[in-house]
């Protein structure tokens, strides 16, 4: 048997696995699919053609797979993505993606502190923490281990690699380095020292990032120069991950040091 509150409204479309928890005034609308062990306290919306991986917990208010803050939308099929563990509080809301199957995913082990929102056609990664009210604007792509302090955003077609920490209430108008840290710009300041420390990443990976990080930030070359000269030089599994960022196409650019 569900464990379904008899004040929920669930569509006969839905799979939802016997295991998952619905709480009051829950609605869930549409081809959704919820995964087992998952739970969805009151009054949360779950529309559109959503997949919720097993493990999740759905806060208080929260809102997934509504349709896209995109005047292009016109109602075509679309997804939205969760996978598995991942924790959304209060009055968080992620929106499906705008285009003919297209899609808006959050990977594993995220947690999405409350008022967050993940704009359509965003790609976040695993083991991703937003804090307090961290707006994501369409096609916004972070990677994996990315921490995002409170109040940041992130501007449209912007990406910020694995590991890195953007501070409080920073805009990322830019694309951000991986294992990077920034200011309240945006702009980098240093290597996430802690989120390497705590990393499974090797010493001579480590030490390759700062060292690249040196060349990338606070040589004398333009960055084109020493963006080129990491790529050239880096021979890590986490250093090449770096060169992979460096070279994938950017429409933002990429943050320069709060030095310069």
């Not at 910020?160 to 108008?173: D, N, Q, R, T, W």
């Amino acid at each position: 048997m569900l464990a379904i509150h008899p004040t929920a409204i669930i569509s006969p479309r839905a799979e939802i696995d016997p295991s998952v928890e619905v709480g009051p005034f829950c609605v869930i609308d549409g081809d959704v699919r919820i995964g087992a062990n998952s739970k969805l306290y009151h009054q949360v919306y779950v529309t559109g053609w959503t997949e919720i991986g097993e493990g999740c917990v759905l806060h208080p208010g929260v809102i997934v797979g509504h349709e896209p803050q995109d005047t292009k939308y016109k109602g075509e099929r679309s997804y939205c993505r969760i996978g598995e563990q991942t924790i959304l509080r209060e009055y968080v809301t992620v929106h499906r993606a705008s285009g003919e199957d297209l899609e808006t995913v959050i990977g594993n082990r995220c947690f999405l502190l409350g008022g967050s929102h993940v704009g359509h056609n965003s790609k976040v990664g695993n083991d991703v923490t937003l804090v307090n009210n961290v707006l994501l604007a369409g096609h916004v792509t972070i990677q994996d281990r990315v921490t995002i302090g409170g109040s940041a955003m992130a501007h449209q077609f912007s990406r910020i690699g694995e590991l890195a920490m953007v501070s409080g209430f920073a805009p990322v108008h830019m694309d951000i380095v991986p294992f990077a840290m920034t200011d309240l710009r945006g702009k980098i300041t240093s290597v996430n020292r802690v989120g390497l420390k705590r990393s499974n990443l090797s010493k001579e990976e480590i030490s390759e990032i700062k060292e690249s990080f040196r060349t990338l930030f606070r040589s004398d070359m333009g960055f084109s120069e020493a963006s080129a000269a990491v790529v050239a030089k880096v021979k890590t599994s986490a250093g090449k991950r770096l060169a992979d960022f460096l070279n994938a196409e950017s429409k933002r650019g990429i943050a320069g040091s709060s030095r310069s």
